[in-house]
């Protein structure tokens, strides 16, 4: 499955340390990883990509949602980008592709506290066992989210939202070319009349 892991360390020699493992355990199959990053929060709450990797031909999508994810925790204004980190520039606009959710994200930002850094990837894995226990090992806290799961429920939240605002839409314009109407037909109810008074005045 699919999946976007965030493991949050007090140092950045652990969070390193955590990419490598993630190497280790793609090279004996237990895991994919398509992508990941190492960023570090400053102490005047900068988050820094001081590390990117894009693995696997499926690295773009993988890249997307790293990149995506990072850019919603720096924020436009918090967010220091390095040279190695190609598969960030410009990845604000891919958070819609990305699809995190907010709660999602609201607990990694609680979690990675100022002086604090964090691995973040993009991996396919069976189970979560795997990874869980090497990072355990590390000192890590692990947050994941399975990104089908994530796409579909903020696709069906975007159509719902889309089908409502357009259904109040029609209703509104409906009311308004009734009432346009109703407004027509009194002035042409009051002509007619006025036409009549004019004839029964001339004859």
């Known amino acids: 499955m699919q999946r976007l892991v965030v493991v949050i360390f007090d140092t950045e020699a652990q969070a390193y340390k955590a990419s ?4 280790e355990l793609a ?40 990149g995506g994810l990072i850019g919603l925790i720096g924020g436009p204004a ?6 190695t980190a190609g598969f ?8 819609a592709r990305a699809r995190v959710g907010r709660d999602f994200v ?20 069976e189970s979560t066992g ?8 590390l000192g890590g806290v692990v947050f994941r989210r399975a990104l089908s799961d994530v ?20 209703a509104e314009h409906a009311a308004s070319a009734a009432e346009r109407k ?7 109810d009051s002509l007619n009349q006025k036409l009549r008074h004019a004839f029964d005045r001339a004859s």
Do not use: C, W, Y
């Open 20 to 23: 490598d493992v993630l190497a």
């Open 151 to 170: 796409t579909d429920n903020e696709f069906e939240r975007e159509v719902s939202g889309i089908q409502a605002d357009l259904a109040q839409t029609r």
């Open 78 to 83: 918090g967010l220091a980008i390095g040279a």
């Open 27 to 66: 090279d004996d199959d237990f895991i994919a990883v398509n992508a990941d990053g190492v960023v570090t929060k400053d102490p005047d709450g900068t988050t820094r990509v001081v590390e990117t990797h894009t693995l696997a031909p499926e690295g773009t999508m993988g890249g997307s949602a790293v």
């Open 130 to 137: 795997f990874v869980d226990a090497r990072m355990d090992a």
């Open 182 to 188: 109703k407004r027509l037909q009194a002035r042409i």
């Open 88 to 95: 960030i520039v410009g990845a604000g606009t891919d958070v």
């Open 106 to 125: 609201r607990d990694v930002e609680n979690e990675l506290e100022p002086g604090k850094s964090a691995l973040v990837a993009q991996i396919d894995e």
